[in-house]
T-cell receptor, first 114, second 114 residues
């Protein structure tokens, strides 16, 4: 069975500061990993994905994430936060198979202050 | 424009009064799914469909029904809503199960059951 744990339901940063959102996964087979972003009053949008190619994955809006198998982690980072980054972020895991399910974490709300 | 359309956007109802939330996609996607989002619990899958006339239970199917008579539509039916079904609901579609990087979400339906 697969699962995802996101540490911290809320993370607060100042504009211009480093953003770090933590995600740890559990999977019995090689995983596919995803980060989705949800802006207020909208559905989820794909931010980036890891599918066993490069371990450092770059996504939209300056975000990136690094797959670390030894730590079973897939943390999301951005060097400099912008006010428009304020949103809820979801980490998700699936298995490398055609009939896999997608399991979401509980989400982390990113708050950005001026 | 590729999109997943949910209606209504907001719905207030009373316990026991049957309701249907519609979902339609214009991308000819085979896979469609319903999720509910609750604070602190993230997204949980209710039902999914891999193609026309093929549906299956997700993690929290109790109290819900779905149908997939046409490829583009995947309505969510609450035969006898209860207050614990007050939640934010999302419909999503993708070209196939496992193609999670192309999972499109609707804008959500906020349901309140009094």
């Amino acid at each position: 069975a697969q699962s995802v744990t996101q540490l911290g339901s809320h993370v607060s940063v100042s504009e211009g500061a480093l953003v770090l959102l933590r995600c740890n996964y559990s999977s019995s087979v090689p995983p596919y990993l995803f980060w989705y972003v949800q802006y207020p009053n909208q559905g989820l949008q794909l931010l980036l994905k890891y599918t066993s190619a490069a371990t450092l994955v770059k996504g939209i809006n300056g975000f990136e994430a690094e797959f670390k198998k030894s730590e079973t982690s897939f943390h999301l980072t951005k060097p400099s936060a912008h006010m428009s980054d304020a949103a809820e972020y979801f980490c998700a895991v699936s298995e490398d198979s055609g009939y896999s399910t997608l399991t979401f974490g509980k989400g982390t709300m990113l708050l950005v202050s001026p | 424009e590729a999109q997943v359309t949910q209606n209504p956007r907001y719905l207030i109802t009373v316990t026991g009064k049957k309701l249907t939330v519609t979902c339609s996609q214009n991308m000819n996607h085979e896979y469609m799914s319903w999720y509910r989002q609750d604070p602190g619990l993230g997204l949980r899958q209710i039902y999914y469909s891999m193609n026309v006339e093929v549906t299956d239970k997700g993690d929290v199917p109790e109290g819900y029904k779905v149908s997939r008579k046409e490829k583009r539509n995947f309505p969510l039916i609450l035969e006898s809503p209860s207050p614990n079904q007050t939640s934010l609901y999302f419909c999503a579609s993708s070209p196939g199960q496992g193609v999670w990087e192309k999972l499109f979400f609707g804008s959500g339906t906020q349901l309140s059951v009094l």
